[in-house]
Antibody, heavy 123, light 110 residues
Framework: QLQLQESGPGLVKPSETLSLTCTVS??????????WGWIRQPPGKGLEWIGS???????YYNPSLRSRVTISVDTSKNQFSLKLSSVTAADTAVYYC???????????????WGQGTLVTVSS | QSALTQPASVSGSPGQSITISCTGT?????????VSWYQQHPGKAPKLMIY???KRPSGVSNRFSGSKSGNTASLTISGLQAEDEADYYC??????????FGTGTKVTVL
C-alpha cells in the first residue's frame, strides 16, 4: 500500500530556508501517471496547496508562493523535496506531502497523504 | 487565487442528512468537473472522500455523495454518524492550472 512520509527540521529561523523531503514507499515515484505535491496547514487554519511535481521535473506552483518555492524530485531515492525561502512566522504550519492525480487539463485530487510534519518558524 | 467559500460550521443529529456547500467562480468550480472533498479528523491528515465532483474512492461509505450546480459544489452526508464529526475541505482545479482549497467546514454531530 502506497505510503508517504515527510522528514526535515521542525524548527527554522526567520529569513532562512525551510527544507523538507517526502519519501514514497511501496510504489515507484516514476512509474505512475501521477504528480507529487506539497500542502500546508497553519495551526487552526485551512489547507493551502503549495505545488506539485512530476518525476520528469515538470512543476506547478501556487502563484502566491511561487517566488519562494522550489520543488524537486530524486527518482533514485524515490523522494521529492520542498524548499521555501525567506520564511517568516506566517510559514509556521503542518506540511503534508501527497500523491496528486492528473487529468487532461492539469492537476486534480490528492491521495494518499503523508502524516504531516509541523515546522515552526522562530528565532 | 482566492479560497473557495464554505460555511464555517454545519451540524446535524445522528441519522440526519447534512449538506456542505463550496462556492467558487466560473474559473474554478463552475468551469470544470474537477472538484474533490476531504475529511480531516483532529490531528490527522486529510482523507479523500469524493473526486471529480461525485465519484467515491474505494472504501469510502456510500453515505457520502457529491454534486455540483453552477459555481457551487456540494457534499452531502446521509445517515449522519458520530464518526463523521470532522473538518471537511473542498478543492478545485482552476483556469490558471492550479489547485485551490475551500475555507473548510466543521461538522458537528449533535
Amino acid at each position: 500500500q502506497l505510503q508517504l512520509q515527510e522528514s526535515g527540521p521542525g524548527l527554522v529561523k526567520p529569513s532562512e530556508t525551510l527544507s523538507l523531503t517526502c519519501t514514497v514507499s511501496d510504489d515507484s515515484i516514476s512509474s505512475s501517471n501521477y504528480y507529487w505535491g506539497w500542502i500546508r496547514q497553519p495551526p487552526g487554519k485551512g489547507l493551502e496547496w503549495i505545488g506539485s511535481i512530476y518525476y520528469s521535473g515538470s512543476t506547478y506552483y501556487n502563484p502566491s508562493l511561487r517566488s519562494r518555492v522550489t520543488i524537486s524530485v530524486d527518482t533514485s531515492k524515490n523522494q521529492f523535496s520542498l524548499k521555501l525561502s525567506s520564511v517568516t512566522a506566517a510559514d509556521t504550519a503542518v506540511y503534508y506531502c501527497a500523491r496528486t492525480s492528473y487529468q487532461p487539463l492539469g492537476l486534480n485530487w490528492f491521495d494518499p497523504w503523508g502524516q504531516g510534519t509541523l515546522v515552526t518558524v522562530s528565532s | 487565487q482566492s479560497a473557495l467559500t464554505q460555511p464555517a460550521s454545519v451540524s446535524g443529529s445522528p441519522g440526519q442528512s447534512i449538506t456542505i456547500s463550496c462556492t467558487g467562480t466560473s474559473s474554478d468550480v463552475g468551469g470544470y468537473n474537477y472538484v474533490s472533498w476531504y475529511q480531516q479528523h483532529p490531528g490527522k491528515a486529510p482523507k479523500l472522500m469524493i473526486y471529480d465532483v461525485s465519484k467515491r474512492p474505494s472504501g469510502v461509505s456510500n453515505r457520502f455523495s457529491g454534486s455540483k450546480s453552477g459555481n457551487t459544489a456540494s457534499l452531502t452526508i446521509s445517515g449522519l454518524q458520530a464518526e463523521d464529526e470532522a473538518d471537511y475541505y473542498c478543492s478545485s482545479y482552476t483556469s490558471s492550472s492550479t489547485l485551490v482549497f475551500g475555507t473548510g467546514t466543521k461538522v458537528t454531530v449533535l
